[in-house]
Nanobody, 125 residues
């Protein structure tokens, strides 16, 4: 069983930055894929960025060049650095993990089995 706890959300003005963290606990095998997702009210959950156990990353076009995903293996923590935030980035942000995969399957939330409880990000104009 894996537990994920997000933190770092908050309110920021457009153009600002936030850094989200996702602390993982429990059994994490050698191969895995972790990702960041978000869901705005009335919208479907969307994938933003993924990173696999080798450190390869993938980004959605909507955040490419503005968001950076990274991980600290020693701390079992996933990060999302968000720069140049826009009001349309307002959403609940979630981290998720899929275990026992050598590469990330993609940005579809359906491919990830373990989820955190989310952290709210609000960007004002």
């Amino acid at each position: 069983q894996v537990q994920l706890v997000e933190s770092g959300g908050g309110s920021v003005q457009a153009g600002g930055s936030l850094r989200l963290s996702c602390a993982a606990s429990g059994y994490i095998p050698r191969t895995y894929c972790m990702g960041w997702f978000r869901q705005a009210p009335g919208k479907e959950r969307e994938g933003l960025a993924t990173i696999d156990s080798d450190g390869d990353t993938r980004y959605a076009d909507s955040v490419k060049g503005r968001f950076t995903i990274s991980k600290d293996n020693a701390k079992n923590t996933l990060y999302l650095q968000m720069n140049g935030l826009k009001p349309e980035d307002t959403a609940m942000y979630y981290c998720a993990v899929r275990l026992w995969v050598g590469y990330c399957p993609g940005l579809s939330p359906n491919d990830y089995g373990y989820w955190g409880q989310g952290t709210q990000v609000t960007v004002s104009a």
